[in-house]
């Protein structure tokens, strides 16, 4: 038996800042931002987190901060005390449930974004998004450039002006221009009608609509947040929502945000607990104040968002003067020569196109975007950097009847020079026709392929998009995705397994849940994908041994029985209306006991309704029951689930002797 | 709207609400006030008495048949009984209701720790109760205990005492039915959440709620069920009315730990080692024939008695030295990989509370209780709010029979 009081180990830090389970970078600029100013401040930090250092929760201190329990890659448990605690969360991914929100038919953001990004999946046509953030925008708009068709975008909340948190204008522009559709309704029922066609029924004022749909992707965040939030109230025990990604091009809005966000509660914690000089005062109160200016920027465009009108497919007057006005569109040189065009209207935390253009034409530190058109060379370099394609270059000569415009390239093929393309305006509309004047390649630091169009001179200011013209696109796409999978080698880099007692070859080294989405075989619990194996809900059989797909990387002759968990309760099934599939406990059940007991505290509610107490210690419904409390009335707003432990804490005798 | 009242109940748990259907019941009108937003927020009830070292009058309070008697008329419904033989026993059983049930317990205790005089004068008086104390040494001594793993195990340096049909009870489920009824029967405009700033006056009380400051008559006794959260403001009374007699109370941390194990467990005992208290979770009537086994063993830990004495910054610095300590989990390895013989097992949970130590100061087995103030309304101060289900149920009782 191990002696576990030989390895709990003490320390004290006055700012402990941890990951919460299923946080997939790590740290993030706002962890690295909030230690360096409070390091500054003369407190200790202590960061926890990633594969070496699994947090195992927080036990709150009667008074303020808490203590830490952390277990180290040699299994070692640290017990270390906080006068301050920040838990980096993930933002929330899964939808309010509806009936079959937990079958294989939906899945969570990250997990699709891993699944383009790593995994040779093959996207079927029709892909739904519950939500419309800017994460679910981006992501739609990667799947119609790479040509799956009838991709569309679903608001499952009343407030639809919730989720433009930064630059959603201009990610809507971009995703309706590639022909995605937006659909104002909630999400009511997913029912199973064949191998990956799924009927996705949607309830809006008109009654239930249909959806043939491949698959459901949940992408909140829900509601819309502060980003941090303190409970109990005066506490110092905080919980910091990670919008940032590991790189900033991938979410750059998140970004900063985090990083804005990670200065005002670095700015707070100082003023509770550092020993202040007059100097470090002021100091603190400058960043704080900075990071408040700062953050009220980012959000102005929620009272004033650029929303252009048309007058069928073009822009109405008003608003073409006031494209045309922006300083950061051209004006005088683009009608000698090509010049960028900086059509970013709102004002957003991005400033991607500044740092690429090696000219420094691209001004941001005036109030707007502001284009030196005199130091613009026509690079491009501006072109790729932006992740909403927001940036083109634009030549238009004023006697001339054609004018030059250069896009970033985004289809998979590259249409022929002197070939005809349909010209799109800033909704997605065609407007008329192109012709493909050619291709360039961006300067750099961000090396990318342009493409040069020729379009009519009264075009100028609507085309801001291109599709190619093709008799039969569909049939094109099955041929193309045809050939792909006929020119790939069968077996080339893959080893042969046995799945449920059948041969089959699976890629190696890529994690067990992948490979079985890979297949085609995923279960609702693979849809955590989680870095971590924390919530435990993957469990398959591999080689007669209980392991977490998630965890487990494939190898040769290994055999996998993936057979659904076993649950502790009658009713858990797919289909049914469940709030926490764990212990089978529905939202009505929910409601029933939240309003019998007429609770009015987080607290109260969850003593009454055990959501987060089963496997899942509330990653999959934990964010659904905080949503449910507040329609609930209770004031769960700002209220952080600090339960101990927050995963399943397992020991096994001898392991840390 | 008018808050006079017979009686004001004070209180943030279980006791108070007991209290007010007892004297609703006997037609008086009762207002009750609780300063936390919700009930039950201090968690004050324990599902059973964690009474411990072995003694007669803690065994005959705590068989089945005594506790009914107590738990029953207090509660405005059915309750349900359960033990391992009655579950294999067809017929209806309300699976909602809250259960109460007839476990055996089971005290392991190290070979030399118990002198043979202390075992026999505990085992006559148990059989005397009508109970059928068992004695197990070596391995039959774990045989019966929750959890203990299947496989096969050394011959251990280890006795048991086993004692059949002690209650334990769904904790939740009963309190939750009490308040469901109250709040139907009196209104919402008679128990009011969220009081602030209470006080008594000679004919009643005043008190802040809902951003107002409003008082009640009281006609007959304001009964205050002191509980940890009600500390600081009975001291005030106490300190008010110049009683003198009303001593510090000494309180515990309580940790209520969840483990989950491969092992399925004994439904039908509840062990106890070195002081903790062992046994499998269920909710209501338990898992049938076709359900899966209960793998969730619940571990109910005392930390040490905290001084009276204390002052609020130590009691802090206690509380933080033990909270989910390396203690406690030393005593969780001991207990599940070193006596219970488990491979490996997972905390699924832990949940703390802070409850009076008022035990000791018990006359006849009921808490005390001092009346602050005896003219006009009585003011009258009762601990045992706070412990056991039945301790608590017993308590309010109490305190209702002294109403005049």
Not at chain 2, 368 to 392: C, F, N, Q, Y
Request: with cysteine.
């Amino acid at each position: 038996m191990s002696a576990i009081g030989t390895f709990v180990r003490r320390g004290s830090f006055d700012v402990v800042v941890l990951a919460a389970p299923a946080v997939r970078h790590w740290p993030t600029v706002g962890v690295k931002r909030l230690s360096l100013l409070c390091s500054d401040a003369g407190l200790s930090v202590g960061q926890f987190g990633g594969p070496y250092l699994g947090v195992k929760g927080v036990v709150p201190s009667p008074r303020t901060g808490g203590w830490v329990w952390v277990e180290d890659a040699q299994r070692r448990v640290h017990r270390i005390h906080a006068r301050a605690v920040v838990r980096m969360s993930p933002l929330p991914e899964f939808p309010d449930p509806f009936a079959g929100w937990r079958s294989e038919g939906l899945i969570p953001i990250t997990t699709a974004e891993a699944l383009l990004e790593k995994a040779q999946t093959r996207w079927a046509p029709g892909v739904a998004f519950l939500g419309t953030g800017n994460r679910a925008l981006r992501m739609a708009s990667r799947l119609l450039e790479q040509g799956i068709p009838e991709v569309s975008c679903i608001e499952s909340h009343h407030q639809w002006g919730a989720k433009r948190f930064a630059g959603w204008e201009v990610e809507r522009r971009r995703f309706q221009m590639l022909g995605g559709k937006m659909i104002e309704a909630y999400p009511h029922a997913l029912v199973r009608r064949g191998p990956l066609l799924w009927e996705f029924q949607l309830k809006d004022q008109h009654g239930i609509r249909l959806l043939e749909v491949s698959s459901v992707i949940s992408a909140g965040p829900f509601l819309p947040t502060e980003g941090i939030r303190e409970y109990p109230p005066g506490s110092l025990l905080f919980d910091f929502e990670q919008t940032a990604d590991d790189l900033p091009e991938k979410n750059i809005e998140g970004w900063f945000l985090e990083e804005e966000r990670a200065r005002l509660l670095g700015g707070k914690i100082i003023r509770q607990l550092s020993v202040e000089t007059t100097e470090s005062r002021e100091s603190s109160e400058r960043t704080l104040k900075k990071a408040r200016i700062r953050l009220k920027r980012y959000h102005r465009h929620f009272e004033n968002p650029f929303l252009p009108e048309y007058q069928g497919k073009w822009l109405s007057r008003a608003d073409l003067k006031r494209v045309r006005e922006f300083p950061g569109v051209p004006k005088t040189e683009v009608v000698n020569r090509l010049v960028a065009s900086i059509e970013c209207f709102e004002e957003i935390a991005c400033n991607l196109c500044e740092t690429a253009c090696p000219e420094s034409a691209i001004d941001f530190s005036r109030e707007g975007k502001f284009l030196n058109e005199a130091a613009c060379t026509a690079c491009g370099a501006c072109l790729p950097a932006c992740p909403s394609r927001a940036t083109l270059l634009l030549q238009a000569p004023p006697e001339a009847g054609k004018t030059l415009v250069v896009f970033p390239l985004a289809a998979r093929e590259e249409p022929r020079v002197g070939e005809l393309v349909t010209l799109l305006n800033r909704r997605g509309e065609g407007l008329g026709s192109g012709r493909v004047a050619g291709y360039q390649e961006a300067a750099e630091p961000k090396p990318g392929r342009l493409i040069r169009i020729e379009i009519p001179a009264h075009l100028a200011w609507e085309a801001r998009g291109y599709r190619r013209i093709r008799a039969d696109s569909e049939a094109q796409d099955e041929v193309l995705l045809l050939s792909r999978e006929l020119s790939r080698d069968p077996h080339g880099g893959k080893i042969e397994v046995q799945l449920e007692g059948e041969k089959r070859f699976l890629r190696e080294g890529v994690s067990v849940a992948l490979a079985l989405y890979e297949t085609g075989r995923a279960r609702a619990g693979d849809a955590l994908l989680c870095p971590d194996g924390s919530c435990g809900l993957c469990a398959v059989m591999v080689d007669g041994t209980k392991k977490l797909a998630c965890q487990t990387k494939t190898h040769a002759r290994m055999a996998i029985r993936a057979r659904p968990p076993k649950s502790s309760r009658p009713d858990h099934g797919v289909d049914n209306d469940l709030l926490c599939p764990c212990l089978g406990l529905t939202s009505e059940e929910a409601r029933r006991r939240i309003r019998s007991g007429n609770l009015l505290s987080p607290e109260a509610a969850l003593r009454s309704v055990p959501c987060g107490e089963g496997r899942c210690h509330g990653q999959v419904c934990g964010e659904g029951f905080r949503r449910l409390m507040i329609e609930e009335g209770i004031e769960a707003q700002d209220w952080i689930d600090w339960r101990f432990p927050w995963t399943e804490w397992k020991f096994r005798p001898g392991e840390a002797e | 709207m008018s808050y006079d009242s017979d009686v004001v109940l004070i209180g943030t748990g279980l006791a108070p609400l007991a209290a007010a259907h007892r004297l609703t019941r006997e037609g008086r009108s009762v207002l009750l006030l609780n300063p936390e937003r919700d009930f039950f927020l201090e968690d004050s009830e324990l599902p059973l008495d964690p009474w411990q070292p072995l003694n007669e009058e803690d065994f005959r309070s705590n068989v089945l048949e005594r506790a009914l008697e107590v738990l029953r008329p207090e509660y405005p419904g059915a309750l349900e009984t359960w033990s391992a033989e009655d579950a294999q026993v067809p017929g209806f059983r309300d699976p909602l209701a809250p259960y109460v049930r007839g476990r055996s317990r089971i005290w392991t205790f190290g070979m030399k720790a118990l002198s043979s005089d202390v075992l026999e004068r505990f085992y006559v008086s148990a059989s005397d109760a009508g109970a059928r104390p068992q004695l197990h040494e070596g391995i039959a001594a774990l045989r019966r205990f929750p959890g203990a793993a299947t496989r096969p195990m050394e011959e251990g340096e280890l006795q048991a005492v086993a004692l059949p049909r002690l209650w334990d009870a769904d904790v939740e489920r009963y309190r939750s039915g009490v308040l469901e009824f109250l709040r139907e029967r009196l209104g919402a405009e008679r128990i009011l959440s969220g009081v602030s700033q209470m006080d008594t006056t000679p004919d009643g009380v005043r008190f802040y709620f809902d951003k107002q400051s409003r008082s009640a008559k009281v006609a007959a006794s304001i009964l205050v069920f002191w509980t940890p959260r009600l500390d600081a403001w009975a001291r005030a009374q106490s300190r008010k009315f110049e009683r003198t007699d009303v001593p510090e109370m000494g309180y515990r941390l309580w940790e209520d730990w969840t483990l989950m194990s491969r092992e399925p467990l004994e439904l039908g005992s509840i062990g106890v080692h070195q002081g903790m208290m062992v046994w499998a979770d269920f909710e209501g009537p338990g898992p049938g024939p076709d359900q899966p086994p209960v793998h969730r063993l619940r571990v109910l830990r005392s930390g040490e008695p905290l001084q009276a004495s204390s002052t609020s910054k130590d009691a802090f610095e206690t509380l933080d030295r033990d909270l989910a300590s390396s203690d406690s989990l030393r005593s969780l390895m001991q207990l599940c990989q070193g006596f219970l013989r488990w491979e490996k097992f997972a905390i699924r949970g832990m949940r703390s509370r802070v409850l009076f130590d008022w035990k000791p100061l018990a006359k006849g087995g009921l808490a005390p209780a001092w009346t602050l103030r005896k003219s006009g309304p009585t003011v009258e101060l009762i601990a045992g709010a706070d412990g056991s289900l039945a301790d608590v149920l017993a308590s309010a009782r109490a305190a209702c029979g002294r109403i005049e």
